[in-house]
């Protein structure tokens, strides 16, 4: 007789040929494969509610909830795979009764047997691996000194294989076409192309160009897939790609995309029903607010309205960062001097010009409506250096940002 802790084991160790059933089902209805990696039992519970498909269990989801970078994961803080056994064994599996979980296996870790401990996996209850943390992600001195030693992407594509043999789910991360085929003759199910670190800080025409790149990396590695074999399960995970908006771009460069798989973007969420949120939001991202600026950049300028107002649109929402003309006309797909003719042509003025009155209107309002250090207003409209910035402020206001503060405080004593 089968005690109740093997039989909540069994139960969750969702047979393989099950969970290729259930994508395959969502992905002839039209929707999108959702996967999340995560480190807690909180974010496992309520992205479970928002309707993912898989969880990994990754060790850097565990940083993250230590309040440390996904980076952490790869420096010797710990042994990756006895914390991930250890959390999600006691967290996870107890916790998410109907949906897949994950293993994120270390394959090059010399202390484990990797037949042996890819069997204790399966026997936890868990339905699959991910090659994770993954030697992909390294390069340079330090990625040939680790090929020297034998810790190398094959490792990794062997305990695919071994996985596989053992009727386990798998989902391989992967960087270039080797790989993917590496991957694929292994007879992993699941080819998920990773983009790098999740990039952070990366704001308008930046973006733009660095998910123009994730986008062409990911098709070359779509293509080889689909020569090799078409059916496999595609999707992305990390760099530039962290809102639904960016993933909706990738879903409309590239007909091959079935999924996203996420860390960060959704542990970063602090609670419970920002969480469900946006876990439903990369579940439906076809229902975005088609009025976001981003969404209109991605999508193409000239599709939504004129290119002068777009460069309007675009200071009010990023003047306090460096803003590039050139990038703004690489966006729109039009020359720089174009561009620039246009908008002096309707606005009046050049872009420089107006973007400096428009910085210093601002900090004009900032300084009237808020009780702010002058030293700290440049760089919130802006500036880097305050001398500048004072410069720029008497030259268009008439006095420098302290003897305007003190008039507009003396009018509103008086009044």
Do not use: W
Request: overall charge positive; charged content about 25%; proline content about 3%.
């Amino acid at each position: 007789m089968i005690n109740s802790e093997q039989d909540e084991r069994y139960r969750k160790n969702m047979k393989r040929e099950r969970l290729l059933k259930n994508i395959s089902v969502q992905i002839e209805k039209g929707s999108h494969i959702i996967g999340v990696a995560t480190g807690t039992g909180m974010t496992a519970k309520y992205v479970e509610k928002g309707g993912a498909d898989f969880i990994l269990m990754l060790n850097s989801g565990r940083f993250r909830q230590m309040g440390r970078s996904s980076l952490a994961g790869f420096l010797p803080f710990c042994n990756s795979n006895d914390m991930v056994m250890d959390f999600a064994s006691k967290e996870i599996i107890p916790l998410v009764k109907d949906m897949p979980i994950i293993f994120g296996f270390n394959a090059t870790d010399p202390t484990k047997n990797m037949e042996n401990y890819i069997d204790k996996i399966k026997s936890m209850g868990f339905s699959g691996i991910n090659n994770y943390p993954t030697v992909g992600l390294i390069d340079n001195q330090f990625s040939e000194a680790l090929e020297e030693d034998g810790c190398n992407y094959l490792t990794e594509v062997e305990a695919i294989r071994i996985a596989h043999r053992k009727n386990m789910f798998t989902v391989a991360f992967v960087f270039n076409e080797i790989q993917a085929e590496q991957m694929i003759n292994a007879g992993a199910d699941v080819i998920c192309v990773h983009l790098g670190l999740t990039g952070g800080g990366l704001l308008g025409a930046k973006k733009v160009f660095s998910l123009e790149a994730a986008k062409v990396k990911a098709a070359k590695i779509f293509n080889k897939c689909n020569e090799l074999k078409p059916s496999v399960i595609k999707l992305i995970y990390g760099g530039p790609v962290k809102t639904p908006i960016d993933v909706q771009y990738m879903y409309s460069n590239n007909e091959d995309l079935m999924g996203y798989v996420g860390g960060s973007a959704f542990e970063r969420i602090p609670s419970e029903k920002s969480i469900t949120n946006i876990t439903k939001a990369f579940k439906s991202s076809a229902k975005l607010n088609e009025d976001d600026l981003m969404v209109k950049m991605l999508d193409g300028i000239t599709k939504h309205y004129n290119y002068v107002e777009f460069v309007k649109e675009y200071v009010v929402q990023n003047y306090m960062n460096d803003i590039s003309f050139l990038d703004l006309a690489k966006v729109a797909h039009v020359s720089r001097g174009y561009l620039s003719s246009l908008f002096k042509k309707e606005v009046g003025c050049s872009f420089p010009e107006y973007l400096v009155k428009f910085r210093i209107n601002k900090a004009a309002e900032i300084i009237i409506k808020k009780n702010i250090q002058l030293s700290h207003l440049a760089a919130l409209v802006g500036y880097k250096d305050y001398a500048q910035f004072s410069k720029m402020f008497k030259k268009y206001k008439g006095c420098s940002p302290k003897q305007y503060k003190l008039k507009k405080y003396d009018i509103s004593t008086k009044t």
